[in-house]
């Protein structure tokens, strides 16, 4: 079972994180003042936020259950979902254990939307571990901001690169 199962988007685990976020946004929002409206333009204002608020990439980690960072993530997230409505999000419908266990949620695409070709070439060019395939990490997104040059909106990006990917394909 893999990211872009369908038991990945449709699990309990799943639903009761989106919910919980989303029925704490109202309080988060108040918190942060200002607008929250889903744009593209308000990252800019999140990672704002998240890095005055968390000075270091390790307090940040650290903090990847507080009800704050989940938020945070979650609104990331769905900014992505919202620009991007064939994202979808994806979470292991078990916790994992280990080094390189998918714990927090992710966002990705519904591969059996595609059509057949479509779906074959991204198969073909994986093999090659040429992934087109978009899948972010809203938590990893947002711990990565104090140690490298990245910024929020590059999650964005990805998925209008591969919708630019599958307009060229369709023809």
Same mark, same amino acid.
């Given at each position: ?15 009761? +994180?989106?919910? /919980?976020?989303?029925? /704490?946004?109202? /309080? +988060? ?6 607008? +929250? ?21 390790? &307090?940040?980690? #650290? #903090? ?17 979902? *919202? ?5 979808? +999000? ?11 266990? *998918? ?8 591969? %059996? ?5 479509? *779906?074959?070439?991204? %198969?073909?060019?994986?093999? %090659? ?25 590059? /999650?964005? &990006? &990805?998925?209008?690169?591969?919708? &630019? ?7």
């Amino acid at each position: 079972m893999n990211v872009t199962s369908s038991q990945w988007r449709d699990n309990p685990r799943l639903a009761q +994180w989106l919910a /919980a976020q989303e029925e /704490a946004f109202s /309080a +988060w929002r108040q918190a942060t003042a200002g607008t +929250w409206d889903f744009s593209p333009a308000s990252l800019d204002r999140l990672e704002e936020v998240l890095m005055s608020r968390y000075a270091s990439a390790e &307090e940040a980690e #650290a #903090a990847h259950e507080d009800p704050f960072m989940t938020v945070a993530v979650w609104y990331l997230g769905e900014t992505v979902r *919202r620009a991007h409505p064939d994202a979808v +999000w994806s979470c292991s419908p078990t916790p994992g254990e280990g080094l390189y266990a *998918r714990t927090t949620p992710l966002l990705t695409y519904a591969v %059996e939307t595609l059509d057949d070709d479509v *779906r074959e070439e991204i %198969e073909e060019r994986e093999e %090659e571990y040429d992934e087109i395939l978009p899948l972010r990490d809203p938590t990893e997104d947002i711990q990565a901001l104090h140690v490298s040059d990245r910024h929020l909106r590059e /999650a964005l &990006e &990805e998925f209008a690169e591969f919708q &630019e990917y599958l307009d060229s394909a369709a023809g």
